[in-house]
């Protein structure tokens, strides 16, 4: 609970705690995407030396989500990568928390095209964003990261959630250096609902060279990805896990938000699998 609460307080009493559990940050980083200029929160452990670092791609914000807030989801995860050994980027994509007023936010474009062209509109547009400006975002994310000194660029594995893990295959699918990917509940909103996702996904698997986590809660919205691209993967003999934890919370958001709030039900598994790729 102590640490929960001073995070919620700020950064400046949250830094102090952290830093005495033996955890730098968190500290804000700026990031050139084209003529954009986004923010990210980066932790990192104490010491010196190049570190494995993870790049986390957060799910959709704004629009019709008035509930979730961003900076404090991400500021959840951070410490408990650091406290693992792994510098921690939670980078804010266009118009998202501490990049607002830098570009257009997402979930504005789809929900508007849902509003005005339906459901086919707003997959139509998901699907552009994930293969352009979403997907330049995390790109010019990677490569900040690769310039730092702290950051062993042959240890760098990608964590997305919900929109950020379907756009995290897509990452993966073209940063093949990239050493590991870990998706929660990806597409698990809007794989029954985009036929023009399903097969973007599946064919970003069949590409992808490196090690694939994928999770779920059993009450997410829909289970049907991780079990579809799970069994693509097995179908090509790659390198991957499928995840699919009992219910979690009251109602299908919660549990599709499984990443923030069942941290202790998913932490053993995650880092056993990015540890045994990363951290040897």
Same mark, same amino acid.
């Given at each position: 609970?102590?640490?929960?609460?001073?995070?919620?307080?700020?950064?400046?009493?949250?830094?102090?705690?952290?830093?005495?559990? /033996?955890?730098?940050?968190?500290?804000?980083?700026?990031?050139?995407?084209?003529?954009?200029?986004?923010?990210?929160?980066?932790?990192?452990?104490? /010491?010196?030396?190049?570190?494995?670092?993870?790049?986390?791609?957060?799910?959709?914000?704004?629009?019709?989500?008035?509930?979730?807030?961003?900076?404090?989801?991400?500021?959840?995860?951070?410490?408990?990568?650091?406290?693992?050994?792994?510098?921690?980027?939670?980078?804010?994509?266009?118009?998202?928390?501490?990049?607002?007023?830098?570009?257009?936010?997402?979930?504005?474009?789809?929900?508007?095209?849902?509003?005005?062209?339906?459901?086919?509109?707003?997959?139509?547009?998901?699907?552009?964003?994930?293969?352009?400006?979403?997907?330049?975002?995390?790109?010019?994310?990677?490569?900040?990261?690769?310039?730092?000194?702290?950051?062993?660029?042959?240890?760098?594995?990608?964590?997305?959630?919900?929109?950020?893990?379907?756009?995290?295959?897509?990452?993966?699918?073209?940063?093949?250096?990239?050493?590991?990917?870990?998706?929660?509940?990806?597409?698990?909103?809007?794989?029954?609902?985009?036929?023009?996702?399903?097969?973007?996904?599946?064919?970003?698997?069949?590409?992808?060279?490196?090690?694939?986590?994928?999770?779920?809660?059993?009450?997410?919205?829909?289970?049907?990805?991780?079990?579809?691209?799970?069994?693509?993967?097995?179908?090509?003999?790659?390198?991957?896990?499928?995840?699919?934890?009992?219910?979690?919370?009251?109602?299908?958001?919660?549990?599709?938000?499984?990443?923030?709030?069942?941290?202790?039900?998913?932490?053993?598994?995650?880092?056993?699998?990015?540890?045994?790729?990363?951290?040897?």
């Amino acid at each position: 609970m102590r640490k929960e609460i001073i995070i919620i307080l700020g950064f400046s009493c949250s830094s102090i705690y952290l830093h005495s559990q /033996g955890i730098n940050g968190p500290d804000t980083v700026s990031v050139q995407s084209g003529k954009l200029m986004l923010k990210g929160l980066l932790w990192k452990p104490a /010491g010196t030396g190049k570190f494995a670092t993870i790049i986390f791609c957060h799910g959709s914000y704004g629009g019709s989500d008035t509930v979730h807030d961003p900076l404090q989801q991400v500021s959840l995860l951070g410490p408990v990568f650091a406290t693992k050994g792994y510098i921690f980027l939670g980078l804010f994509r266009r118009g998202v928390s501490l990049s607002q007023g830098q570009g257009i936010n997402s979930s504005i474009l789809m929900d508007n095209a849902l509003k005005e062209r339906g459901q086919e509109g707003r997959n139509a547009i998901q699907l552009q964003q994930l293969e352009t400006d979403q997907l330049q975002d995390m790109i010019s994310g990677i490569t900040f990261l690769r310039k730092r000194r702290d950051v062993d660029k042959k240890r760098i594995a990608i964590v997305g959630h919900s929109f950020g893990g379907s756009l995290s295959l897509l990452v993966a699918e073209h940063e093949p250096d990239l050493k590991a990917v870990v998706v929660f509940s990806a597409a698990g909103y809007s794989w029954d609902r985009s036929p023009q996702l399903r097969v973007r996904l599946i064919r970003a698997v069949k590409n992808i060279s490196v090690p694939v986590m994928i999770i779920h809660a059993q009450n997410d919205y829909s289970v049907n990805p991780g079990y579809a691209l799970d069994t693509v993967l097995n179908q090509l003999h790659k390198a991957h896990v499928l995840k699919i934890y009992s219910k979690f919370g009251k109602s299908a958001n919660e549990a599709h938000n499984l990443i923030f709030g069942g941290i202790e039900m998913w932490k053993a598994d995650v880092f056993k699998f990015l540890d045994e790729i990363l951290m040897h």
